[in-house]
């Protein structure tokens, strides 16, 4: 008897009724994020920035765990995943994301971040024995080279400013490791035994603690932000765009598997990008349209071909 693998298999009316809202939700909140992040930058050093955002989402979801009945007792070897999922996840990920966006736009910042599916495929191969296909390798070649004709354009419209822009790409690649590496992880076996809400609370909590004593080591005691409008921020970040945008995410995981779950990596930076357009004057010049285009295409044909690589049994 064979058996498709969760993902694989054609979508029910029923299950895409399922996962529509929740896709939804996650997709167009982190396609906002992006933009919110950059109004973060000033008076307060990312790295309190960060733990600030992941303390609230940590209380949010903890008052999510007791409100449906999660249990919040891990076992030691279940706390040591959460901590090292929480960590790479919603501290050194996040941090590498503010340091980024001192540099360059949201949206190109979103678009780096389309390349998640890259290491994504390289870690499961490695790690959960999942098969890379060859049409994968064509589609994210084709991204790669997207990306480079993205960013030339950047570097050459800026030629004074080249070092800073590279430093900017550098940060927001290391951010994609730290986020695939936490990804990875949420496929093992252990994760998989622990409720949603519990992982998320518990990463969160280890993740915001590392953020605390990073924060505090490399710029000091916490600065706090006069203006309003920061702290409004902090709270979309922590309560929209990390507790809600997270549990919706692991839903449609859940739901539907990884492989389409993953589409919220290709729709959110072309929805960061017009943000970015909009709000922080981004102009597109005939290479960064063609190399945009290139990226998303590149990652729609390396996504649609991991689903259809998907082993059965």
């Known amino acids: 008897m064979t058996e498709h693998l969760t993902g694989t298999r054609p979508l029910g009316v029923s299950a895409r009724a399922k996962v529509a809202i929740p896709f939804l939700v996650c997709t167009l909140v982190w396609s906002s994020t992006w933009l919110v992040i950059r109004s973060q930058l000033g008076i307060v050093p990312p790295s309190w920035s960060v733990a600030y955002r992941f303390l609230i989402a940590m209380v949010a979801m903890a008052a999510y765990a007791r409100f ?25 990920n996040y941090y590498c994301v503010y340091l980024g966006e001192r540099v360059i736009t949201s949206g190109l910042v979103a678009v780096v971040f ?36 993205l960013f030339s354009h950047e570097l050459s419209a800026a030629p004074a400013a080249k070092a800073a822009i590279w430093t900017g790409i550098g940060w927001s690649l290391l951010g994609v490791l730290f986020s695939s590496i936490a990804n990875v992880m949420q496929a093992g076996k252990t994760a998989k035994a ?32 006069p203006h309003m409008s920061y702290w409004l921020g902090t709270l979309y970040l922590g309560l929209i765009g990390s507790a809600l945008a997270f549990t919706c995410y692991f839903v449609v995981i859940r739901a539907i598997g990884p492989g389409r779950a993953a589409y919220t990596s290709v729709l959110s ?30 990652l729609f044909v390396a996504l649609q071909a991991r689903q259809a690589a998907s082993p059965k049994r």
């Open 68 to 92: 449906t009945g999660a249990r919040l007792r891990l076992s030691a070897r279940e706390h040591g995943l959460a901590m090292i999922y929480g960590v790479a996840q919603y501290a050194l």
């Open 114 to 149: 389309a390349l998640l599916v890259v290491p994504n495929a390289l870690f499961a191969w490695v790690f959960l024995k999942q098969g890379v296909s060859k049409a994968f390798l064509l589609g994210s070649a084709v991204a790669m080279v997207g990306l480079v004709l």
């Open 194 to 225: 622990i409720p949603v809400a519990s992982l998320i609370v518990w990463g969160m909590a280890w993740g915001s603690l590392f953020d605390c004593i990073a924060a505090w080591a490399i710029d000091g005691p916490p600065v706090l932000d």
């Open 269 to 298: 930076p072309v929805l960061a990008m017009l943000l970015s357009t909009m709000f922080e004057n981004y102009r597109w010049s005939a290479e960064a349209a063609v190399g945009g285009a290139l990226s998303l295409c590149g």
